[in-house]
């Protein structure tokens, strides 16, 4: 079946959707290097490769009705073509003029030494573009934005021309006139592009068939039959994802036998009645879903997601303890070391005296320290295990794993979390955290193989950040400012985006900011350097005296964007702003106001470096709102969402067609379709091979997990 549905026959050649592009005739190595800049390497990605915007060229407008700066289709009899040399170096300026008896047009190439010979007066041309009032020539308006032009056989009467013109993305050396045939050819001679989607999902949601579909969004007729094609291709864009992800948490669940926690006992109530504050409402609620979920024989597989300080960590802390308790080990995978040193801090101090062993597992260890390491987790002589992606490499074998945890899991991917849940013999709970805000449709598709629970609710005391956009005329001003507030026995951040100068960047380095800063206004005040070229003892040897107070300003890179708690932190000055996206910021800002202060506020200040008119809006987000899931939104929707699950799920498929802040409806339609499809085994086997196929080539070792 498989090969039914992803073949076609094409020019008289058979061939596969994922054949080489050079499989087709008339591209070879050269195209093929200009296609390669667009990512087209396969007859799949030339298909897929849509039109970024369509010219409805259908309204032919008469000259006579024509006004500046507006774009309109104009067909007409060529009057007159010359052409001159505008320069020394050989431009040329090619000037015709077209009249369809109510008017003349002035239409101008520049550098088209092969069409003169083909404008032949008296010859129709059918031309798109933007009219301007003429300077000079025979008639008022005229064109040089062309857009689009034809020209037309005597006999012709431009109905053909009156079209909805796919535009494409290119590059040099392609044009538009070259997607355009060739993909005509290709769905034109393919007696292939058979339906994928059942004739019950097809019936039930009123779809337009996959063929027509994929025609009608390169050559529209109506405006209508292009709005039905994308409706059509962006639901099974949305319906293999999430029947995807619904198949590989049924398959987790089928395979392996998962662990029966029981009940909260007196370790887990001792560690709870003994924490220093008491949880939020938010907290007891994530809490209590995930300690349910551990007490079925199904293993849990749970997203645990929360704005930044709301305390996702201390939850996790006691699902481990819930492990423990039950006679399993523990697993916590974070990102970078400077997380997993903060995690394993705070659990030694707030399980110190109960008898519980935590071990600490990074690359930066020695091979003996590693091995001993290794050791004590095979013989179950450590109950919780926090660590980086050393976590997950050959020679570490748990004894008894009952809980694998995965910290800011969008740094992770899809087989990272697979590999760390297949290091114990029963399969393991899950839970992922995030501290990344994620829309909830987002949540719906990237996350479909995950229960979710929500931290919105802030700990009680915690002041939110007030943030603040600024120019460099004010640099002065905000670093006097910030030295005032370190006097009075506070802490503060500066973060740059870079770590040293590079000649072919103007933003401003930590190293240069460290050297001015530290010799400058901060002069006489002990001042850090923390980035990611600093080995490991070195960066915990700075990070050990700032967290101590005996560093007050921690110059740094994004090394420091999660897991830093320095409770007397107040405030962040962030160097060109503008060289982060708005997750990054909300992430880095999250650093401060940690602690609980009466005297003042924490503070983020954002500079410019200088040029950010075009960043201006999503800034100015930063400076009005200090809620994540606000942020989120407006992240997603400044930046589009065609490349998101990249950058939040690694391996998944980019979407091609699908927009989940517009097609909410469709996402929701496909989810119950996708469910449907999971939960009937007639209705799963009919469309499974198609479905292995795509998990196997368009997901990135996704059925790793």
């Not at 597989?301 to 996702?312: A, C, E, F, T």
């Not at 002069?523 to 490991?536: I, P, T």
């Amino acid at each position: 079946m498989v090969n039914l549905v992803l073949d076609i026959i094409c020019w008289g050649k058979y061939m596969k959707l994922d054949d080489s592009i050079t499989s087709l005739a008339g591209i070879g190595p050269k195209k093929a290097q200009y296609l390669d800049r667009l990512g087209i390497h396969t007859i799949y990605d030339f298909i897929t490769h849509f039109p970024r915007g369509y010219e409805d060229n259908r309204l032919v407008t008469p000259i006579a009705d024509l006004e500046a700066g507006e774009i309109y289709t104009v067909l007409g009899k060529i009057l007159y073509v010359n052409e001159r040399k505008a320069n020394r170096r050989g431009m040329t300026i090619l000037n015709a003029g077209i009249s369809d008896g109510t008017g003349i047009l002035g239409i101008t190439w520049f550098n088209n030494k092969y069409l003169k010979a083909k404008l032949k007066i008296g010859r129709k041309l059918f031309v798109t573009g933007k009219a301007a009032y003429a300077y000079g020539g025979q008639g008022s308006f005229e064109m040089s934005q062309l857009r689009s032009f034809q020209l037309l056989e005597d006999n012709d009467d431009g109905a053909g021309a009156c079209r909805i013109v796919p535009i494409y993305p290119a590059t040099a050396g392609l044009n538009q006139k070259f997607f355009s045939d060739t993909v005509k050819k290709i769905l034109s001679d393919s007696q292939g592009l058979e339906e994928l989607l059942p004739d019950w999902i097809i019936r039930r949601n009123s779809l337009m068939g996959r063929r027509d579909a994929y025609w009608h969004m390169h050559f529209p007729e109506t405006m209508e039959l292009l709005a039905e094609a994308k409706k059509r291709l962006a639901f099974e864009e949305l319906y293999f994802i999430q029947c995807g992800l619904m198949l590989l948490k049924k398959r987790t669940v089928e395979a392996n036998k998962g662990i029966c926690h029981k009940v909260n006992g007196a370790l887990v109530h001792k560690i709870e009645q003994s924490l220093p504050f008491k949880l939020t409402g938010d907290q007891m609620k994530a809490w209590h879903e995930i300690s349910n979920d551990m007490e079925r024989v199904t293993p849990m597989r749970r997203l645990l997601q929360g704005d930044v300080g709301s305390g996702k960590t201390v939850v996790a802390l006691l699902a481990l303890i819930k492990t423990v308790e039950n006679g399993f080990q523990g697993a916590l995978m974070a990102p970078t070391e400077i997380l997993a040193h903060q995690h394993y801090d705070a659990f030694t101090e707030l399980l110190d005296g109960t008898g519980i062993r935590v071990g600490f597992l990074t690359g930066s260890l020695s091979k003996k320290k590693r091995g001993a390491v290794y050791e004590s987790i095979s013989r179950h002589e450590l109950d919780i295990v926090i660590g980086t992606h050393a976590l997950i490499q050959d020679g570490v074998s748990f004894a008894s794993l009952g809980l694998v945890i995965t910290d800011e899991q969008h740094r992770f991917g899809i087989s990272q979390r697979a590999m760390l849940e297949k290091l114990g013999d029963a399969a393991p709970d899950v839970l992922v955290m995030t501290a990344t805000p994620i829309p909830r449709t987002m949540t719906l598709t990237i996350y479909g193989d995950l229960d979710v629970s929500l931290i919105r609710e802030m700990p009680p005391g915690r002041k939110p950040v007030r943030t603040f956009l600024r120019g460099q005329e004010a640099r002065a001003n905000v670093y006097k400012y910030m030295r005032q507030q370190l006097e009075k026995g506070r802490q503060g951040y500066v973060v740059c985006p870079m770590i040293e100068m590079n000649e072919e960047s103007d933003a401003i380095s930590a190293e240069e900011v460290y050297e001015e800063l530290s010799t400058g206004i901060f002069a006489g005040m002990s001042c850090g350097l923390v980035h990611g070229k600093l080995s490991a003892a070195e960066k915990e040897t700075v990070m050990d005296a700032f967290h101590a107070g005996e560093i007050k300003l921690l110059v740094a890179t994004t090394v420091i964007e999660v897991g830093v708690n320095v409770p007397n932190a107040i405030m962040m000055v962030v160097e060109h702003a503008e060289r982060f996206g708005m997750a990054q910021l909300h992430q880095l800002r999250g650093r401060v106001g940690r602690g609980v202060y009466k005297d003042t506020e924490p503070y983020c200040v954002l500079i410019s470096g200088g040029r950010y008119g075009k960043y201006s809006e999503r800034l100015k987000i930063m400076e009005s709102t200090t809620d994540g899931f606000i942020l989120a939104e407006e992240d997603l929707r400044l930046r589009g969402p065609g490349q998101f699950f990249g950058s939040m799920q690694h391996g998944l498929p980019d979407l091609k067609v699908a927009n989940v802040l517009e097609d909410i409806d469709i996402l929701l339609k496909a989810r119950d379709a996708a469910i449907d499809t999971i939960n009937n085994p007639s209705a799963l086997a009919g469309v499974l091979p198609v479905l292995e196929y795509k998990l196997r080539n368009h997901f990135e070792k996704i059925t790793e997990s």
